[in-house]
């Protein structure tokens, strides 16, 4: 298990024009980018209780949630992803769904996941049989994504973040979004043992303080 460091930073749009600008100077879009960017659906799973927005909004340090997760609306590349953070650093797994899958798992259809090998799948599975997790939130957002191969960094810029009101129909185009209380754009950086100074003096970490924001808590305010 390989984690790496995270630090998000909610910023303005002024600075998000600045930092964008900068980032095409030095750094590479990323490859899976069209005309710099892509559309970002996810939809998030917690329990009865809401154990993993209570300990988002806790600050406990030590956390897992899961979201199934599209790009450019399109059903053909569908993961579920399984996200750990301690404290600053963070680790990511994921298992490939069908549009078939991830629809009957939204719906609550489950069963047939005890049958596979996948691990990541069979843990969710594990999860919801004895946490009772279920959709919760469908988030939709733009990001634009840069990479550095020096240190495995990996720079987005995040904007337009949208909360379904509700609807956890994960492919319904015309489940109606609204935006998020103050439409802020997130700067979030990510590298693995070394954060290069070229990247550490143009996103300006040490002027900024690091944010606790989350998409998937701001998108459950409107619950």
Same mark, same amino acid.
């Given at each position: 298990?390989?984690?790496?460091?995270?630090?998000?930073?909610?910023?303005?749009?002024?600075?998000?024009?600045?930092?964008?600008?900068?980032?095409?100077?030095?750094?590479?879009?990323?490859?899976?980018?069209?005309?710099?960017?892509?559309?970002?659906?996810?939809?998030?799973?917690?329990?009865?209780?809401?154990?993993?927005?209570?300990?988002?909004?806790?600050?406990?340090?030590?956390?897992?949630?899961?979201?199934?997760?599209?790009?450019?609306?399109?059903?053909?590349?569908?993961?579920?992803?399984?996200?750990?953070?301690?404290? &600053? $650093?963070?680790? !990511?797994?994921?298992?490939?769904?069908? *549009? #078939?899958?991830?629809?009957? +798992?939204? @719906?609550?259809?489950?069963?047939?996941?005890?049958?596979?090998?996948?691990?990541?799948?069979?843990?969710?599975?594990?999860?919801?049989?004895?946490? &009772? $997790?279920?959709? !919760?939130?469908?988030?939709?957002?733009? *990001? #634009?994504?840069?990479?550095? +191969?020096? @240190?495995?960094?990996?720079?987005?810029?995040?904007?337009?973040?949208?909360?379904?009101?509700?609807?956890?129909?994960?492919?319904?185009?015309?489940?109606?979004?609204?935006?998020?209380?103050?439409?802020?754009?997130?700067? #979030?950086?990510?590298?693995?043992?070394?954060?290069?100074?070229?990247?550490?003096?143009?996103?300006?970490?040490?002027?900024?303080?690091?944010?606790?924001?989350?998409?998937?808590?701001?998108?459950?305010?409107?619950?």
């Amino acid at each position: 298990m390989q984690y790496r460091h995270e630090v998000k930073h909610e910023i303005s749009n002024l600075d998000m024009l600045i930092l964008r600008q900068r980032l095409r100077a030095v750094m590479k879009p990323d490859s899976h980018a069209k005309d710099g960017q892509y559309e970002i659906r996810s939809l998030y799973f917690d329990n009865m209780d809401d154990k993993a927005l209570r300990e988002k909004l806790d600050g406990v340090s030590v956390r897992e949630k899961y979201r199934i997760r599209m790009y450019n609306n399109d059903p053909s590349v569908i993961r579920l992803e399984r996200k750990f953070k301690h404290g &600053g $650093l963070g680790y !990511k797994d994921c298992a490939m769904l069908t *549009r #078939e899958q991830a629809g009957r +798992i939204a @719906g609550g259809d489950i069963h047939w996941m005890a049958a596979g090998a996948d691990e990541v799948l069979l843990r969710f599975y594990t999860c919801i049989r004895n946490e &009772g $997790l279920a959709a !919760k939130v469908i988030v939709d957002y733009i *990001r #634009e994504p840069f990479v550095f +191969i020096p @240190g495995n960094v990996r720079v987005t810029l995040d904007y337009n973040i949208r909360t379904a009101l509700g609807c956890t129909d994960f492919f319904n185009p015309r489940c109606p979004t609204v935006p998020v209380t103050g439409s802020p754009c997130i700067l #979030e950086v990510k590298w693995d043992n070394f954060l290069p100074d070229v990247i550490r003096d143009m996103v300006q970490l040490g002027e900024r303080h690091g944010t606790a924001y989350s998409k998937y808590a701001a998108c459950r305010m409107y619950d």
